[in-house]
């Protein structure tokens, strides 16, 4: 299979993780634990787009909530109607770095990336080690993207993502709490 | 090995090409005594307004930097535009004789993510998207 048939066949990939991220990060953040002996925090910011239709016919209609006084209640009403997260303005904390950037659900491409760790180069030797350091603060937001995205991908080849996960996704998209496996929500153990 | 790809390229919008020749019609126009200009005449007026307009614009740089970890055979292109990027992967390709693989949500379970099996890649495959609600 070519890389362009990998590309349309498996696009839903994305958009799912977008979505199941959004999800994760307000009902079980422990999944997204991912980096060892780190604390991570992740939360939705104020952009976020749908996309509603036949993804992989490249049909589709785009439902944008974005602004600092945006509420990502219609988002979620996007999501109700049939809809995938597209791109997410996520706001990251591992310990004491904060990270906010956009992400894309086709490429998993990273846009507005913003950290709030600088690097200054005073003189010209600085120059080496200012990019090492500035690498290794971008390092930290895509370790925890892929790691994120793995986590992802187990829980999606698991039996479970049928008879658990997409349940209680479906239920917080619907207001309504999932009664998969007889177990609440919010004491579930994902492994 | 952190190094950048440099675009050098004039961009002339649209609208000047369109603003100087309309004068350099008019200018035609008066010089001969004539109402209208064949379409000819208008062809090779536009040629010239293009090549003036061309020769007077400066070029504009744009500059998308690159890291490359040999060790781990993974590059990282900081830049959207997707000629940019076309592009950069052709030069590569041209320079080193290298191709690139671009990530994307499948590519990046199956060829970047170490901690699948076989058996859990061939589950992979079998995926089709998700029916919630």
């Avoid at chain 1, 239709?53 to 490249?58: E, N």
């Avoid at chain 1, 906010?100 to 998993?108: P, S």
């Amino acid at each position: 299979m070519d890389i362009a048939t990998m590309f349309n066949k498996y696009a839903f990939l994305g958009h799912e993780f977008l979505t199941w991220l959004w999800y994760a990060s307000e009902n079980t953040p422990e999944m997204l634990n991912v980096l060892k002996n780190k604390k991570t925090e992740l939360t939705v910011g104020n952009k976020v787009v749908i996309v509603n239709g036949t993804l992989q016919a490249g049909r589709s209609a785009k439902v944008t909530i974005q602004g600092e006084e945006s509420d990502l209640k219609e988002a979620m009403v996007a999501v109700k109607d049939g809809g995938w997260v597209s791109d997410i303005y996520l706001r990251l904390n591992v310990d004491q770095v904060k990270y906010e950037f956009t992400l894309d659900a086709q490429e998993l491409k990273i846009s507005g990336f913003k950290c709030s760790e600088r690097v200054t180069i005073e003189k010209d030797d600085d120059i080496d080690g200012a990019i090492m350091e500035r690498m290794h603060l971008i390092s930290g937001a895509l370790e925890f993207i892929d790691l994120a995205f793995e986590q992802f991908i187990k829980f999606r080849i698991n039996d479970k993502w049928n008879s658990q996960i997409l349940p209680d996704l479906s239920g917080w998209v619907c207001g309504t709490e999932s009664t998969a496996a007889g177990i609440p929500l919010n004491k579930r153990v994902f492994s | 090995m952190v190094f950048a790809l440099r675009v050098d390229q004039k961009k002339i919008p649209a609208k000047i090409i369109k603003r100087e020749l309309e004068i350099a019609i008019e200018k035609k126009k008066e010089e001969h005594g004539r109402d209208f200009l064949s379409k000819n005449e208008r062809s090779e007026l536009k040629e010239q307004v293009v090549d003036i307009v061309t020769s007077k614009t400066p070029f504009t740089t744009d500059l998308y930097h690159v890291t490359w970890n040999a060790n781990t055979n993974e590059l990282l292109f900081f830049a959207s535009p997707k000629n940019a990027k076309e592009l950069f992967e052709t030069l590569f390709y041209k320079s080193f004789e290298l191709k690139l693989i671009p990530l994307f949500p499948f590519s990046l379970a199956n060829f970047k993510l170490g901690c699948f099996t076989e058996q859990e890649k061939d589950k992979l495959l079998t995926l089709t998207p998700s029916g919630v609600r």
